[in-house]
Structures are given as C-alpha cells and as structure tokens.
C-alpha cells in the first residue's frame, strides 16, 4: 500500500506544490521562503520518518502569515490523502519530549473531526524575523484539513527556539505513531466502522 499524496493550491497569495509519503525515511527537500519555518519542517520530516517535498512561492511582500498558513492547509490534506480509508492505522498517537530546558507533550486522534487545543505560550513576538503566533496558526490550518484532533501542551520552557522546535519534533513522533499500521487491528480503528 502506498501512502502518498500529492497536493497543489494556488491562490492569489501564495501558490504551492507539497508530497508527502507517510512511509518515507525523513528527506525534506523544497522551500518555502521561509528559513525559519523551512527548518521546522525539516524536524518534522525527519522525526516523522515521512518524506516532504514542498515549493511554496508567497506572497512575502505582504508578510508570512499566507505562505506559513496555506503550507498547513497543504499538509493537512495531503495527510488526510495519505492515509485514506484509515483501515489499519493506529488511529492515536501520543509523545512527550525534552528541549533542553523546554519539555512539551502532542497527542493525536486521526478521527474524522477537527479540534485543535494548543497551549503554548511564547514569551516573544519574533524568533528571528519569524512571527512566533505563526506556529499555531500553521498548526491550526494543519489539523482543520486533515481533520484531526491535535493537543498541544508545553509543559514549561523558557528559550522560544527550543519551544518551537520541541512542539514540531514532538507532533511528528507522535503522528508517525498515529499513522502507524497496527497488525493487530487491520480495520477501521472505530466501533462505527468508519472515521469521516
């Protein structure tokens, strides 16, 4: 079974190409603009172990809101793609995770429906020249598409880098676990037999 998508959007402000294979082996490749936001996809690739391929031209003029936004939007769909019927996968998947000073906690349920629950307080507005509300806004965009519920918990940390970081390393162990094939369990993980 191959889990890959392949998803293009183009709008006004920003027009994008992403792959993602859920089996991969971590290899991100592309850019979006972004150096900093690159760098937090890169994480989540390879600690995902998917592969990520994404050409993203914004509307960088104006400023990062659209590019990192429409990327959410982009992975959200494709892993909803990319797993499909969701016969076989784990369905939950959950992972807590030190950054140096920094200790954070995702959680997954790939059910159907969206939540997002993000408590992540950031004690700056920029990480470099990187809006720090953009995490949870591409976080946000992520889980409406590929309707999920995804809770975000930063338990403590001080150094808005390592909290950044530590919230996407820690979303793609946890999600790798979630999109996991389970042997034991090669149906629909639900007792209704479906998960829309």
Known sequence: MTRTAKIERDTTET???LELNLDG???FTGST???FFDHMLQLFTRHGCFDLSVEVNGDLHVDQHHTVEDTGICVGQAIRQAIGDKKGIR???HFTLPMEETLCSTVWDLSGRYYLVFNAPFTT???GEFDTELVEDFWQALAANALCNFHVNIHYGRN???ISEAIFK???RSLRMAVELDPRSPGVPSTKGTLN
Do not use: D, L, M
Request: charged letters at 20%; a positive charge; hydrophobic letters at 25%.
């Open 25 to 27: 082996s971590g290899n």
């Open 125 to 127: 507005e920029k990480i």
């Open 91 to 93: 369905r939950y998947g």
């Open 160 to 162: 808005n880098h390592h």
């Open 170 to 172: 820690c979303a793609a």
């Open 15 to 17: 027009q994008i190409k």
């Open 33 to 35: 603009g972004v150096g």
